[in-house]
């Protein structure tokens, strides 16, 4: 019974170790001040001990995807030819990890 007991203890931590290993991508959209979609804007997401991952670029809908990402805190940083700002941005362990639409100028 005991064994039966730590084997099953045994088998769930390992399961809720993978699900807080898992890797998810994160997704949004940039849009200029005006609304509309900001194709080309560099989109970096730099975790709380300043490790970066490499930059990733919208598309013409201004939507944007870093995948392998850790679960965490992050901060995103986005840079247009006009402007950077930042924002935090928090990276769950699902497949997506949805970002609200940012507003850059």
Do not use: C, W
């Amino acid at each position: 019974m005991i064994r039966r007991i730590s084997l099953s203890l045994f088998v769930t931590l390992i399961a809720i170790g993978a699900a807080a290993d898992a890797a998810t991508t994160v997704r949004g959209r940039v849009l200029a001040a005006d609304g509309t979609p900001y194709p080309s804007a560099a989109v970096t997401l730099e975790s709380a001990s300043g490790a970066k991952k490499p930059p990733v670029y919208t598309d013409r809908e201004g939507m944007f995807y870093v995948s392998n990402v850790a679960p965490g805190a992050y901060t995103m940083h986005v840079k247009t030819s006009r402007s950077e700002k930042t924002f935090p941005v928090t990276a769950r362990p699902a497949q997506y990890s949805d970002v609200a639409p940012v507003s850059v100028k």
